[in-house]
């Protein structure tokens, strides 16, 4: 009976233990776009699509680089945040991927989420080469 006993306390603070260790976990904010319905060389950015947006964020800054070039200033926009996984295409203005005509550049987005005062909960980023084959 004792034995029995010790066996469910240790069980029971292993489980404690693990259930710790699983709250301390934190689930990364991520990204993902695509170029495939995005002329070269406008001002309307592509469709993205986020998950594990933390809570409390009121606003989304996007930048976008692009790598083979990062002097170029591409920009983004920030937006209001309501709650969805989706931001439409064309939802702020930017200065769109153009590379030289037949060359593909890669470029990164990247996204900070931000509290009503400002401060950056989250970053994440994705990079994808344009024009997409």
Do not use: E
């Not at 292993?14 to 695509?34: K, Q, R, W, Y």
């Amino acid at each position: 009976m004792a034995m029995h006993l010790r066996i469910a306390a240790v069980a029971a603070a292993m489980t404690t233990i693990v259930a710790v260790d699983m709250a301390h976990l934190a689930v990364a904010m991520s990204l993902d776009f695509s170029w495939a319905w995005v002329a070269g060389c406008t001002s309307k950015p592509p469709a993205f699509t986020l998950s594990d947006v933390p809570n409390g964020t009121s606003r989304l800054a996007f930048n976008m680089v692009d790598l083979n070039l990062p002097s170029f200033p591409h920009g983004g926009g920030t937006i209001d945040y309501q709650g969805s996984d989706q931001v439409a295409a064309g939802s702020f203005t930017y200065q769109g991927p153009c590379p030289p005509k037949g060359q593909r550049h890669n470029y990164r987005w990247t996204v900070k989420a931000l509290d009503a005062a400002g401060k950056t909960l989250a970053t994440t980023s994705a990079a994808k080469a344009f024009p997409p084959r």
